[in-house]
Structures are given as C-alpha cells and as structure tokens.
C-alpha cells in the first residue's frame, strides 16, 4: 500500500478544480476525488488487516521516508498503525459528505472546491505523518483554508469569526512549535544527533524535567485545537458562521486533529510529562464536559447548540487521554471517529434545515418531520447518537471512556468521572428539547412548499449514518483496530 | 591578474552594466521601452552570469575577499533586483529619467557587493556609503511628489547620522585593537569596556539600517514617500545586503564579545518584533503598513541570528531569499496598482477580489508567506529562523516570537479579508498586467509555493553556513 496516494490524490484534485470553469465541473472533479478517497481509505484497512493477519506486528505499517532537509534531520515520513487509519475513515467520510451537502455552491465555487480538497489534504498529511516536523506542517496548512472559508461562504458575523478561529489556531501552533522546538533539542540524550522522528523520538529517555517543562505547550498547543477550556472560544462562533460543509469539517476532523495530536506528540513522547500534568488536563476537561453542555442549554441556535456540545463531547476525548489508563485511551479514540461522524451528520441536517427555512432559531421551527421527513429523521438520528443511545456510535465511545476512567483508582479522578457521566443527562435534555420543538412540535411551515432532501443530501447523510451504525452495532472491527496503537503509547507508561 | 576579473566578477559586470548605460544615454534618443527591455535583458543576463566561473579568493591584501557563500548571496540580491527592475515597468515607463534611475539603482547594488565582500572595516564602511548615497537620490525620483523629497530628505539624515555612528565606532575599534581587518579584530578583542561601547555604537549603525526599533524611526516615513519600485527595494535588497554582512561581522569579528551581544540581540529582537507588530496593525497606507511588517520581519530574522550556530546562519540566508519572494509578491501587486491607478490605502483595496481576481491572490499569497502559514515558503523561513533561535536553549525569547506570530497573522489577515470579504463602492477597476510585471509576479509565487519542497535549496545554503 503506497500512503503517498492519500495526500497525492486530495493535491491532485485541489489543481485539477483550479483549472475547471463552472461550478459543474468543480464539484464534479471534487466527488470524483473524494470518492476515490474513500475507496483508499478502504483500501488501506484491508491492507491493514492483511498485513496484521500475516503477523507483521510491526507498531507502523507501510512507512516511508525521505530527507526533507537533511541538515536538520527533518524527514518526510509517513507510516500508519490502526488509530490513524481510524482517523484516515473517518475523514474520508467526512470529506465526501461535505462535498456533496456544497452541490450547489454557487459563489466562487471553484475556490470553495479547491480550499475543501486543500483541508482534506491537510488532515489526511496529518493523521499519516510520523516525523512531527511533517505533521506541525499538515497542521497548520489547515488554518488559511478555514479562515476563507468561514470568511467568504459564511454567514452571521462570519469575517469575526473567522479571524477568532485563525489566531486561536495559529496560537495554538505557536504553542505546539515551541512543545517540539523544546523536544527537539533535546533529542540527542545518548549522544545522537537531534531529530524529529516520532517512533526514534519515542525510543529515548528524554529527561524528566525537558517533559515537564514542554508537555504542557505542546498538550495545550494541541489542546486549543480540540476546544480545550478556557480556550474553547473559537469553537461556538467558528462553527456557526462557516458553511455546511466547513462547519463539518471543523466539528468532524479539524477538532480531532487536536486530540490526536495530544496523544500521540503530546502524551506519547512525553509520558512522564503527561502524568505529571494529567490532573490539569482532568480539571480542564471535566470543565469542558459540564461547562459546555450547561451553555448548550442555554443556545437558541440549531448551529451553536451542536457547537457548544462538540465542546461537551470533545471534553470525553481530553478526559480518556489525561486518564492514561489503556481502556480511556481506546474510549478516546472511538469518540474521536464518533464524534466526527456524528457531529457532521448533525451539522448537515442542520445546513439542509437552513437551505430551507432559513432560519436556525429553534422558537422559529417546528414540526419539521411532516414537511421534510427525512432530513428530520436525519437530526434524530444525529441527536439519538450524541446524547449516547445504544447502538449508535456515541454510546460505544462514551461507554469505553467511562469504563477506562473508572479504573484510575484516584478519588478525584473518579470524582471526575462521575461528573462527565452526569452531563449526559444535560446531553439527552437539551437535545430531546430541540427535537421536540424543532421536529416534532406543533407544524409551523405546512403552508411553505420547502420539500425534502435532494439526491446529493440523501446520499451525504446515508453514508454518514453507515459509518455511526458500523460503530454502534458492530465496535469490535473498530476497537480491534486501535487496539495495538494504543498499547504501543501505554507502553510508555510500564515502570 | 586572471584571478582578480573572474572573482571580482559580479562587480565588474554590474559596472559594465552601468557604464554601458552611461554610453547608450549619450548617444541617440531612445523611447522608455526600448530603455526598459534593454535594461531588463541586462539585469537578467547579471543574474545568470553570477553563477557561472564561481571562483573564491582574497584580493587586495585582505580588503575584499569572497566565497561560496558571498557569491551566493550576491546572487539573491541580482535576483532581487532584477525582480524589482520588472516589476516597476508601470511606473518607470512615463518616467523622464529612466536611465539615471538604473545607474543610479545599480551603484547601490554595486555598494552591496562591495560591502557584502569586505575583509575589512573601511571597505565595510566604504561599500555601505555607496550604496546609501545614491538611495537617496532615487527615494526622491517621484519628482513632481512633495513626500518623495522629504522621503530622501529622511533617508538621507538619518543615513548620514547611522554612517556617523558606525564611523564613531569604527574609530574606537581602531583605537582599542589597533586593527581594521576582520582577522586582526577578531584577534584583538577582547572584551574591554571601550571595545563593548564601540561595540554598541557599530551595532546602532547597523541596526538604522536594517531599522531595528530603536532605530526605525525612519523607516515608515521614508517607505511611504518614496516610490514604491524604492520602498521595495529598500525593505528587501537593502535590508537583505546588510543582514548579510551582520551575520559575519557578530559570528567572526566580535566572536569574543558573544555573551554581550547575546543579551543585545535578545533584546532588540525582542523590542522590534513587539513595536512592529503593534504598529503595523494600525496603517492604513499600504507602503506604512509594509514598512512596520518589515520591522517585525527583522526582528524575527534577529532571532534566528541569536542562535550563533551554522543553522543561525543559514537560516538567514535561506529566510533573505523567501523573504524577497514574499515581500516582492505584496510589493508588486502594490507596485502595479499604485502606478496605475495611484490607490495606495488598504481601504481601497476592498473587494479587490471582485475586480481582479488573479492580481489578488498574487497578493494573498504573499500576504500568507508573509505571515508564515504553509505551504508557503515563508513558513519553512520563519520555522528555522526560530529552531536556530531555540537551539541557544533561551525558549522565552522563541515562545515570545512565536506568539507575536499571531498578531503578525492578525494585520496580514486583515488585508485578505479586505481584499475577499469586503464590499466597496468604488473597488479599483479590472487591470491588465503587462508581460514584464506579471513574469516577475510569477516568478515570487513560483519561489513562494516551491523553495520549501526543494531540498536542495535549503541544502546547499546550509553547507555553506558559517559554523560559530
């Protein structure tokens, strides 16, 4: 399996929409290159599989590398195990709903085009890198993308908006830059050269002090990605003023892009660091949970209630990382993917809502599932998977969270634990009041002739559903695949 | 005798170049045109030239002296020039005065060979006055604009009072070493109080130039009064030229005043990143506004020097040339617009997008590797620039830069939104570019989007790096 094909194929793309003409052709070439993008990403798991079942255990598969500047010891070197190529899915998916939900951009649909395949190149460089040189520059490709986005196809105070979430970002890499400038000068503790190859990085003793001293930039660099609290700000405002499609790549895998950073820059290579630091991350992350479902309630707007419960949610992803207990970190990982699928799926029934009626005001909604019953069994959906209903995704991802935090022996941490349980009954209030309002309700738009979902938005939503479905009934494939990966990062933490 | 033509090559080609043009002024009337493509020929036959016979040595008794790296570096500066040479194309082509323009320009350069190639202090100081005087003459060149002759007024005082400082200290080194070659100095330091207060002064002379704060008072004024083809190459060739020749002077000469200079640089990265940035958000005048980024530009190329390792070096090198795509890419565009139209104010560049769709992406893009983001290649430049810096262990001063990358990002993305977000009445109409403008504007983007993925490039400028 050649992994150059998943960040050559979405570059490929983003050129060939640069010298389309008309939004036909742009969105054409874009589902092509998407679709082909799944299809690699499938391809790559059954390779996976293959390779796992001849029993190479080897912890990365398929890598690569080339002298990037070799003075410096930077490589370009990719290489996957199961929780990237968890991730890899998870942003194929991502990538093709978005870009059918944007059928009809008429704006500048070329651009708009090109900036999407552009941020599916940036996650997917991002989720294959194993030189942390390789993987700041992935990271932070996204953010001039983002800001455009939000800025020209927006709406509401979208120029703000975007300009929050560009320098909240680009404050986090600055972080994240000095996390690794610290790591990297310090890489050469047996006499070796300086490097920033993750798997060498991760084979030496880095001093205990040069962990404590670094983990915190490089976990709360990462950490402003993923909506860590205090610096969630980005994530309600973001969300809600980009377009559909932007709105899902943001919540779906931009948000993820941070926690798996946080696990495997931050909490893999500075083991020590993070066991330090690991009740600030608690605190932090049981302050997001609890915080952000109670300033849910409080939102009006279809947009910043799901953007203010990707806070609560993502919260799940900070609390099973600064767990450190094997189970946590699966339960991290599962509510990475299923956050991002859920939350997409949220965030385009949402935009087709507002295609329609256009508003978002939930007091301005109601009794949707009888003018356009399949976009509103779509919300259900959505929502039945966020407030964790068995056999969804959210409910296998919560659950494993839950059960790994509860074998931190520490009282405060179960204190913790029980806390972020509690909030799901915050999760299931203010998502039951939406639907209840919003698409059961008394019928406020019967005399509009709004009609339901288009081919394109049916297809989006469907895949969507397969992917929290494949989750919900059936985790073990899931559970299986991050399995070694995440025995690989608590090998870090035997005495 | 031999030796002395082909490693005194690049000047004497850039003097070839200039009497050729004093001659062919003289003799029959020829249209701006024809003055321009014959000049861009020229300037492009230079450019290539520079990297055919590289030959390395020391002539005139240690005065003047070259290598690899010196080369090098002359040739980022021909290329600079030459992209600046077409990029004023606009502007210089209803221009009475063509000719002098480019010798004058030329002697400029010429000064910057020399200095660049100095072995010695007085041929620092005489390289460095040549390629000042005749600045000022050209800051002045928009002769009908009362702001252009204030603008080489400025240049031209605060020139002379920087030169006078570096002369001050110059003498004092003299005084305390009893040397003016480089060797001989370097030597003799050894870190006596008057020797540090010479120090300071050579480092204030310097820091004028490069317009470190303190010592940028200068630096908006002048930007905005003179012409914009001046204001670019002021803020790139010029700054860049010097630069060069800092990295040598504080690595080899006043190696043994490190630790002092140290806390300097510290300080004065520091201070100008911080002043240039606050004050770069607040203009509204295009070419102020480029002045204060360029500020914050230097302090960050400070950073990189305060690493004192060959990846210090190095990094300012490779930071110079990116720098030059970056910058030449906003400039341009501003450059041709300016010369168009004479809208100079960011507020006119409001719905930009709408009008001229390819000029502003031009601008976009270097706006981008300006504020360092990837893929473009400005963020490869600012990353080694702040590895090199963090590699001394002080990771204050790096996570103090690496925040004001923030608000760098913030006035940059202020102009893009300008340019894609904002309506206006009265947007600046579509353009045509000519070829000689759009080839140089192709040329930055095509530096922009590939230096960072061309190993080589950062390679080969590494291998020459000067090792501490």
């Known amino acids: 399996m050649n992994l150059h094909l998943l960040i050559l194929l979405p570059l490929l793309t983003a050129t060939a929409i640069l010298f389309t003409r008309n939004l036909k052709q742009a969105r054409t070439i874009s589902l092509a290159g998407s679709i082909l993008q799944l299809v690699l990403a499938f391809v790559l798991l059954a390779a996976y599989w293959q390779e796992r079942a001849t029993g190479n255990t080897a912890p990365m598969l398929f890598e690569s590398s080339y002298a990037w500047f070799p003075a410096l010891h930077i490589n370009y070197h990719i290489g996957v195990d199961g929780i990237s190529i968890a991730m890899i899915l998870l942003t194929a998916f991502v990538v093709v709903a978005g870009v059918l939900v944007s059928w009809n951009v008429e704006k500048m649909s070329r651009?708009?085009?090109?900036?999407?395949?552009?941020?599916?190149?940036?996650?997917?460089?991002?989720?294959?890198?194993?030189?942390?040189?390789?993987?700041f520059f992935f990271l932070e490709i996204s953010v001039i993308?983002?800001?455009?986005?939000?800025?020209i196809w927006g709406s509401g105070k979208k120029e703000y908006s975007a300009m929050k979430l560009a320098l909240m970002l680009m404050g986090g890499s600055a972080l994240v830059f000095v996390g690794l400038a610290g790591l990297y000068f310090n890489t050469s503790v047996n006499g070796g050269s300086y490097t920033f190859d993750l798997m060498q990085i991760a084979q030496l003793n880095i001093p205990v002090e040069v962990q404590k001293l670094f983990f915190p930039f490089a976990f709360l660099g990462f950490g402003i990605f993923t909506a860590l609290f205090p610096f969630h700000t980005w994530v309600p405002d973001g969300h809600a003023s980009a377009p559909t499609a932007a709105s899902m790549f943001l919540a779906g895998i931009s948000m993820k892009l941070g926690g798996y950073g946080a696990l495997r820059v931050a909490t893999f290579l500075m083991p020590d660091?993070?066991?330090?630091?690991?009740?600030?991350?608690?605190?932090?992350?049981?302050?997001?949970?609890?915080?952000?479902?109670?300033?849910?309630?409080?939102?009006?707007?279809?947009?910043?209630?799901?953007?203010?419960?990707?806070?609560?949610?993502?919260?799940?992803v900070l609390l099973g990382i600064g767990m450190l207990t094997h189970t946590a970190i699966v339960g991290a990982v599962l509510q990475m993917v299923s956050h991002g699928l859920m939350t997409a799926l949220f965030f385009a029934a949402i935009g087709m809502i507002y295609g329609r009626t256009h508003t978002r005001e939930v007091a301005q909604l109601g009794g949707l599932l009888k003018v356009m019953p399949f976009i509103s069994t779509v919300f259900v959906i959505a929502g039945l998977s966020s407030l964790g209903l068995p056999g969804f995704s959210g409910f296998v991802a919560e659950m494993t969270v839950f059960m790994g935090s509860w074998q931190n022996p520490d009282p405060w941490y179960r204190l913790a634990t029980i806390l972020a349980i509690a909030s799901i009954v915050v999760t299931a209030v203010y998502i039951l009041r939406a639907t209840g309002k919003a698409i059961m309700g008394p019928a406020m738009h019967s005399d509009h002739q709004l009609g339901d979902a288009a081919w394109n938005e049916k297809l989006a939503a469907a895949l969507l559903i397969i992917g929290i479905l494949a989750i919900g009934i059936a985790p073990f494939w899931l559970n299986d695949l991050v399995q070694p990966g995440v025995t690989l990062i608590m090998s870090k933490f035997q005495p | 005798m031999n030796d002395l033509f082909i490693i005194l090559k690049?000047?004497?080609?850039?003097?070839?170049?200039?009497?050729?043009?004093?001659?062919?002024?003289?003799?029959?009337?020829?249209?701006?045109?024809?003055?321009?493509?014959?000049?861009?020929?020229?300037?492009?036959?230079?450019?290539?030239?520079?990297?055919?016979?590289?030959?390395?040595?020391?002539?005139?008794?240690?005065?003047?002296?070259?290598?690899?790296?010196?080369?090098?570096?002359?040739?980022?500066?021909?290329?600079?020039?030459?992209?600046?040479?077409?990029?004023?194309?606009?502007w210089l082509k209803?221009?009475?005065?063509?000719?002098?323009?480019?010798?004058?320009?030329l002697s400029t350069l010429l000064g910057m060979f020399f200095m660049i190639s100095?072995?010695?202090?007085?041929?620092?100081?005489?390289?460095?006055?040549?390629?000042?005087?005749?600045?000022?003459?050209?800051?002045?060149?928009?002769?009908?604009?009362?702001?252009?002759?204030?603008?080489?007024?400025?240049?031209?005082?605060?020139?002379?009072?920087?030169?006078?400082?570096?002369?001050?200290?110059?003498?004092?080194?003299?005084?305390?070493?009893?040397?003016?070659?480089?060797?001989?100095?370097?030597?003799?330091?050894?870190?006596?109080?008057l020797q540090i207060f010479a120090f300071i002064l050579l480092l204030a002379g310097f820091g004028f130039k490069i317009s470190a704060v303190p010592f940028h008072l200068w630096t908006a004024d002048v930007y905005e009064g003179a012409p914009v083809a001046v204001t670019s190459y002021l803020s790139v060739i010029s700054k860049g030229a010097i630069l060069f020749v800092l990295v040598p002077v504080l690595y080899t000469v006043f190696k043994p005043l490190a630790g002092n200079w140290y806390n300097m640089l510290f300080l004065l990265s520091v201070v100008t990143i911080i002043i240039g940035n606050l004050f770069a958000i607040r203009q509204d005048n295009f070419k102020r506004f480029l002045a204060f980024s360029s500020i914050a530009q230097v302090g960050f190329i400070l950073v990189g020097i305060t690493g004192s390792s060959q990846a210090g070096s190095s990094s300012v090198v490779y930071f110079v040339l990116i720098y030059i795509f970056s910058n030449l890419a906003a400039f341009g565009v501003v450059s041709f617009v300016s010369a168009t139209t004479g809208r100079e104010r960011i507020s006119d560049y409001r719905g930009f997008h709408k009008t001229n769709p390819v000029l502003a992406w031009v601008l976009a893009i270097g706006l981008f590797s300006l504020?360092?983001?990837?893929?473009?290649?400005?963020?490869?430049?600012?990353?080694?620039?702040?590895?090199?810096?963090?590699?001394?262990?002080?990771?204050?001063?790096?996570?103090?830069?690496?925040?004001?990358?923030?608000?760098s990002l913030y006035y940059y993305l202020r102009i893009v939104k300008a340019i894609f977000m904002d309506a206006n009445e009265q947007p600046i109409e579509p353009l045509t570019v000519p070829a000689f403008p759009k080839l140089a504007l192709y040329i930055c983007i095509a530096g922009i989007v590939f230096t960072g993925f061309v190993t080589y490039v950062h390679e080969y400028i590494q291998s020459l790096g000067t090792a501490f």
């Open chain 1, 273 to 316: 660091g993070a066991a330090a630091w690991s009740w600030v991350i608690i605190l932090l992350a049981t302050i997001a949970i609890i915080y952000g479902a109670f300033a849910t309630m409080m939102q009006t707007d279809l947009k910043y209630i799901n953007a203010y419960s990707s806070v609560s949610h993502v919260g799940f």
């Open chain 1, 145 to 151: 993308p983002k800001f455009l986005l939000i800025g």
């Open chain 1, 111 to 135: 651009e708009f085009f090109f900036l999407l395949a552009f941020l599916a190149l940036g996650a997917y460089g991002f989720f294959l890198s194993l030189d942390i040189f390789t993987m």
């Open chain 2, 371 to 407: 504020a360092g983001v990837p893929p473009t290649a400005g963020f490869f430049g600012k990353f080694f620039l702040l590895l090199a810096g963090a590699g001394k262990g002080n990771y204050v001063l790096v996570t103090i830069a690496a925040l004001n990358m923030i608000i």
């Open chain 2, 10 to 90: 690049q000047e004497l080609v850039l003097t070839v170049i200039i009497f050729l043009l004093l001659t062919l002024k003289i003799g029959k009337e020829r249209s701006n045109m024809a003055w321009l493509n014959l000049v861009n020929v020229l300037l492009a036959i230079n450019f290539l030239g520079g990297f055919f016979f590289p030959q390395t040595g020391v002539l005139f008794s240690g005065m003047y002296h070259t290598s690899d790296l010196i080369i090098l570096e002359k040739n980022i500066l021909n290329l600079g020039t030459l992209i600046i040479s077409m990029q004023s194309y606009n």
């Open chain 2, 118 to 193: 100095a072995g010695n202090l007085l041929m620092l100081y005489l390289g460095l006055e040549l390629s000042t005087i005749p600045l000022a003459a050209i800051a002045n060149f928009d002769l009908e604009k009362r702001k252009s002759s204030e603008a080489a007024m400025k240049l031209i005082i605060s020139s002379a009072f920087s030169s006078g400082m570096l002369l001050f200290g110059i003498s004092l080194v003299y005084g305390t070493t009893g040397a003016i070659s480089f060797e001989g100095i370097a030597a003799a330091v050894n870190g006596q109080p």
């Open chain 2, 94 to 105: 209803d221009h009475k005065h063509v000719v002098e323009f480019y010798i004058l320009l």
